[in-house]
């Protein structure tokens, strides 16, 4: 079979309330054309992020009640740290509320103003923590990555050359730190091969350079790596995961992912007196350091849950499922970057709205009719997320690519929800050609998309 039944039972079932045209008409024309600003029991299908949006299971559920709510050394942290340092085998783990307040944890402790960081491709709170804190992201993805249509099985890699020539144009000591974020989120959910991780230890051992590893995502990431790279498919995912963080010397991780959790994350690195500095902070601004910011209950679900996201049955399910939709698409001429990635389809507005420049935000436009047509919640990745307008020239820089993301919550749509999706978007693909741009009318200094208002052009 070419897409897999549910590897799951669905016991609980929420309602979704039905809305007309009408009613979505007025309801994003309120919310400023900003798709983040609804009500979500305004949406029929929320795909506006994989973040905190997994069904538990019925362990996890059973685990809630085994909570220790001890304000330190709950047995659910040392449960918690057990199953990290098992899969991901980093000596320090330090838990938060989610991943973006580890991200800060750690660049507030390593990031002078001016250090510059390079990775695959930094994510929006990524690139923002590191601009906060006086650092600049520099993406160092292959060329490959940059091309929608372009098939290639790890488009998320690091070029090493550009790797090489920002540490060397910038000095050794002006580079605290190299980042792989797994699966590459802002190139479409691609994966990073293990031999391209190798290569990037291998720079970073030489210019002695730490590498951390974004892993919200890594469960997936490895399973790319046992499906298409030459060696591991008789490796377990787990086996595969411990090998691919065995190459770094630490990781971030929003557990909101692939912990299949509602809410959680945590720190994991080798260099004891980091994760000292980074303690005693974790103190002062999240919590004692077996709990950092975390109920016992979440810690617990937390560890289960990065049990469960290896299984390999699962993972099938879970690939699979994207490709469905992916499949879908293309078969109805809706151009997506190719290959399908490991938790979202990603929508090249370039290509389906031509007509609309990128100053006027066309995967912006999409977003919002998405809404309007099949109360669907999507997510623009392209010039509003990630346009800067030069400081000094006043010149206005747009990403590369100008994507809108179809994130899918884990085990919570069915194939039929994806049909739907599919459908909705083949009707707007009838009309396309009468979409209009959009104009901000309001915007915040970092990290606009959440809060902007917009209006048509």
């Known amino acids: 079979m070419d897409f897999t039944a549910e590897p799951f039972r669905i016991k ?6 039905k809305t007309t045209l009408e009613e979505r008409e007025q309801l994003i024309k309120q919310a400023g054309y900003n798709i983040f600003l609804l009500p979500a029991e305004k949406i029929v299908v929320d795909l506006l992020t994989d973040s905190g949006t997994s069904a538990m299971s019925d362990n996890q559920w059973a685990g809630m009640m085994l909570g220790d709510e001890s ?23 330090i838990p938060t ?47 490959e990555g940059l091309d929608p249509a372009f098939e290639h099985p790890f488009k998320g890699n690091i070029d090493i050359n550009k790797l090489i ?32 991780i190798k290569d990037v230890s291998e720079v970073a051992k030489k210019y002695d350079i730490p590498l951390f590893f974004d892993a919200c995502r890594f469960a997936e990431n490895c399973y790319f790596i046992k499906e298409r790279e030459k060696g591991y498919d008789n490796k377990s995912v787990k086996e595969i995961a411990q090998e691919l963080f065995a190459y770094g010397d630490g990781c971030t991780m929003s557990a909101k992912k692939d912990g299949l959790v509602n ?40 560890a289960r849950g990065l049990k469960e996201v290896l299984n390999e049955d699962y993972l099938n399910f879970r690939i699979n499922q994207i490709r469905l939709l992916g499949k879908l698409l293309t078969d109805n001429k809706i151009p997506i970057i190719q290959p399908t990635g490991g938790h979202a389809i990603y929508i090249d507005a370039k290509a389906f709205l031509p007509h609309i420049p990128q100053n006027e935000f066309p995967a912006q436009s999409l977003v919002v009719e998405l809404y ?21 020239t006043g010149e206005i820089k747009h990403p590369k690519l100008e994507l809108v993301r179809l994130a899918i919550p884990r085990r919570v749509y069915t194939n039929m929800h994806m049909q739907y999706v599919s459908e909705v978007l083949k009707e707007i693909s009838l009309t396309k050609h009468n979409l209009k741009g959009m104009k901000i009318l309001y915007q915040a200094a970092i990290l606009r998309h959440f809060t902007v208002k917009l209006r048509y052009v």
């Open 165 to 196: 020539s920002v540490i060397e144009e910038n000095g050794v000591n002006n580079v605290p730190l190299i980042i792989i974020t797994i699966t590459n989120n802002s190139g479409g959910g691609q994966p990073v091969s293990m031999q391209n």
């Open 372 to 392: 309007k047509v099949g109360g669907i919640r999507a997510v623009e990745i392209g010039s509003l997320m990630f346009g800067k307008t030069d400081k000094k």
């Open 263 to 302: 809410m959680g994350g945590f720190l994991a690195l080798n260099n004891e007196n980091l994760a000292q500095n980074i303690t005693n902070m974790l103190i002062l601004i999240e919590g004692f350091p077996t709990y950092g910011g975390l109920a016992g209950r979440d810690l617990e679900v937390i």
């Open 12 to 17: 609980v079932v929420e309602p979704i309330k």
């Open 97 to 143: 509320h989610q991943g973006r307040v580890a991200e800060n944890l750690l660049f507030s402790n390593i990031i002078k103003q001016g250090n510059v960081i390079p990775n695959n491709s930094h994510f929006d709170t990524t690139r923002a923590n590191i601009e906060y804190n006086g650092g600049i992201a520099v993406d160092c993805v292959i060329d």
């Open 71 to 93: 304000y330190a050394g709950s047995k659910n942290y040392y449960h918690f740290e057990k199953t990290i340092k098992d899969i991901f085998g980093f000596k320090s783990i």
